[in-house]
């Protein structure tokens, strides 16, 4: 089986989200070219929310404006994230393919310890995490706490990811963090003194595990031999079809990924 390797660049958030997807969409069709594995960057620190999360709950909008941090909607479920220093990866396909086989659970364990054996490579040896998949009652963000089947340092979280399943096809996507920047990650979701103590000591960034600098090309280099495996494809660099180009624009001109910043208001801080 042949797939796609997508490598972008530093993309602006709401494409990011629409060419995430847009590929979805297109594997829904049962178009060619999937599985697709895809690695892009952030034009600037950006703070996505779950699907079903309520802004004013998960993120404290006026100081995001003030920060100058952009808000998006996932398209997957899960907490806030703040995407700054890191490498985003998604894996696109077919439902009853690698790696969507079985329960989500069991995919999201796959593609974990894919990426578990790529990071070896880099030199971080990083734990599968067994936590719950199950999201806490608070507004927390992802990176407070380790679900099951993600990856840790020590107990800190590296690596969270999210998932979307349709009827014939799946979206799985993460956030890879090169540094972590729990202050700047509790400002955006308005966490109180407690939480954000917490933050700092539940997340890590590989270049602080390393102790060096590392490359988004490196990293994805390391990355792809494993994940080619896990999909069970060979993998060649590709990009977007056009008709996913048009998804795409389609979906930014629905609006589909905004977060309204009007009237913004401090969230709550969370107990």
Known sequence: MTGRLIVH???????????????????????????????????????????????????????????????????????????????????????????????????????????????????????????????PRSHLPCFAAPSRCELAWRGRKVVGSAQRRLRASALQHGSILLRSDAEALALATGAAPKARARLASAMVGLEEVLGRQLTHEELVACLVPPMAEVLGAELTEADLTGEERRIAVGLLDSGRFEVPMENAQTADSPA
């Open 9 to 135: 660049g530093t993309e602006p958030p709401l494409e990011n989200m629409a060419m995430d997807e847009a590929l979805l969409r297109s594997c829904e069709a049962g178009r060619e070219g999937f599985p697709a594995l895809r690695f892009y960057r952030w034009a600037q620190p950006t703070l996505s929310l779950g699907a079903k999360e309520k802004p004013e709950a998960a993120a404290d909008l006026e100081a995001c404006r003030r920060a100058g941090i952009a808000l998006v909607r996932r398209p997957t479920g899960g907490r806030a994230v703040l995407h700054s220093s890191e490498l985003t990866y998604s894996v696109v396909a077919p439902l009853g393919r690698p790696p969507f086989v079985g329960s989500v659970v069991a995919s999201y364990r796959r593609i974990a310890e894919a990426m578990r054996r790529g990071l070896a490579a880099a030199g971080a040896e990083l734990e599968l995490t067994a936590g719950s998949r199950r999201a």
